[in-house]
């Protein structure tokens, strides 16, 4: 049984940089088959896909068009974990954030979901 | 405002039917993406409900049923139980926005 379990400061200046990490258990996160992912939720936004990394002989990337330029998300094989990094945050970006796994393909659904981490910017 | 649209409530008494419906446009669902449902119970993560429009996870009790037509899915619940008390998303990609896009999500709640 896949796990995830997020870690990650609740409270982030603003204009500052927003690092999550989201450790996996039960799974290899460099199996070919599956995908490592981010999503927020917000009341103002909903739930929002932010991107995603997956291994195919290398690691790559996708993010949301409106997220390019601000994200990152890498992968840590000797931890078997994932990370987000969201730089130039604002007050815009305070929501919960998930991890979440899914297959490769990008229709896959998303499971299982990490608790979620609330991360409020503020000064 | 979200990509694909739900309804934000809908109500029943315990053992009555309920449909969630998500619409979208040619670029997500009309373009034959698979539609997947979560199920979201106060204070916790989504839980993945139905996959490719109409599958349930091991463990998802058969009261809930789904399905894809044209622009639009549906999720329905058959004999509603206070249990079902949560938020209901669907979810799919949308070739426009090259990303997984998300409703606004349903709260169901149980009379």
């Known amino acids: 049984q896949v796990q995830l379990q997020q870690s990650g400061p609740g409270l982030v200046r603003p204009s500052q940089t927003l690092s999550l990490t989201c450790a996996v258990s039960?799974?290899?996160?460099?199996?070919?088959?599956?995908?490592c992912i981010w999503i927020r939720q917000s009341p103002s936004r909903g739930l929002e896909w932010l991107g995603r990394?997956?291994?195919?002989?290398?690691?790559?990337?996708d993010y949301a068009s409106s997220m390019i330029g601000r994200i990152s998300i890498t992968a840590d094989t000797s931890k078997n974990s994932f990370s987000l990094h969201l730089t130039s945050v604002t007050d815009e970006d305070t929501a919960v954030y998930y991890c979440?796994?899914?297959?490769?393909?990008?229709?896959?659904?998303?499971?299982?979901w990490g608790q979620g981490s609330l991360v409020t910017v503020s000064s | 405002q979200s990509v694909l649209t739900q309804p934000p409530s809908v109500s029943g008494a315990p053992g009555q039917r309920v449909t969630i419906s998500c619409t979208g446009r040619?670029?997500?669902?009309?373009?034959?993406?698979?539609v997947h449902w979560y199920q979201q119970l106060p204070g916790t993560a989504p839980k993945l409900l139905i996959f490719?429009?109409?599958n349930r996870p091991s463990g998802v009790p058969d009261r809930f049923s789904a399905s894809k037509s044209g622009t639009s899915a549906s999720l329905v619940i058959a004999g509603l139980q206070a249990e079902d008390e949560a938020d209901y998303y669907c979810q799919s990609y949308d070739s426009g926005l090259s990303a997984s896009v998300f409703g606004g999500g349903t709260k169901v709640t149980v009379l």
């Open positions: 039960g799974d290899t996160i460099s199996i070919t088959k599956s995908a």
């Open positions: 979440a796994r899914s297959g490769v393909a990008i229709l896959d659904p998303f499971d299982p």
């Open positions: 490719g429009n109409f």
């Open positions: 990394t997956y291994y195919r002989s290398k690691w790559y990337s």
């Open positions: 040619s670029s997500n669902i009309g373009s034959n993406y698979d």
